[in-house]
């Protein structure tokens, strides 16, 4: 989860991952329809050569699910486990869709462990590392069935990743990242009321799919 002890504006600490529904509510706007986009999101936790670095190249969603290419370089001169284990029930890696793009709401959510349930990947190609060396890096796409609402806002979560000895310094034992980045999941078509029947052209307004950072 994010920022657990707070201390660090960009990290996302897992002490004890609770992620709840809580009170979490989405916008009402029907399923994603298929889309692409084309991010390059790099993030990193800790400093140059002590420090794990997170990338989300592209989030597509598919008709029967979605995909992400996405990739994890281990900088540090420790060892970490992957999800605790290539067949650990353990796992964080997934999507996690908040109704807003804004960072301070998510540190809000975090701070009140009303985090929503992250969408968990259930495919990896290749299939993730069992432990993730000192210097290696794991790049490949990550997916899984089921659609997602239309309008939400996506951010990649990565994890669990357990320090086999000591974590390098200012790094914590145990690190689940969900990116700073979000990206807003652009709406099918909407059904047209009638009372909005007879708008004009000029008057209809659109967004679009928007990457946020800090």
Request: glycine residues 12%; charged residues 25%; hydrophobic residues 40%.
């Amino acid at each position: 989860m994010r920022r657990v002890l707070l201390a660090v504006p960009l990290v996302l600490l897992a002490v004890g991952c609770g992620a709840q529904n809580g009170g979490v509510q989405l916008s009402d706007e029907g399923a994603a329809p298929p889309q692409e986009a084309r991010l390059d999101w790099r993030e990193s936790y800790g400093q140059p050569g002590s420090r794990l670095v997170f990338r989300v190249n592209s989030l597509a969603v598919l008709e029967d699910g979605w995909r992400a290419e996405v990739s994890i370089h281990n900088d540090s001169n420790a060892r970490f486990t992957v999800g605790s284990g290539p067949s650990s029930l353990e796992r964080e890696f997934g999507l996690m869709l908040l109704p807003t793009g804004d960072v301070r709401e998510l540190d809000r959510l975090n701070r009140a462990g009303e985090l929503p349930a992250v969408r968990a990947a259930d495919r990896f190609t290749p299939p993730l590392p069992g432990v993730l060396e000192p210097g290696e890096e794991w790049r490949g796409t990550m997916a899984a069935r089921g659609a997602l609402p239309g309008g939400g806002w996506a951010r990649v979560v990565f994890g669990v990743f357990l320090a086999i000895e000591q974590p390098p310094k200012g790094l914590q034992e145990r690190v689940i990242w969900i990116t700073d980045h979000a990206h807003r999941l652009r709406p099918g078509p909407q059904p047209v009321s009638e009372e909005n029947s007879g708008s004009s052209a000029s008057e209809a307004k659109s967004e679009s799919p928007a990457a946020m950072s800090r």
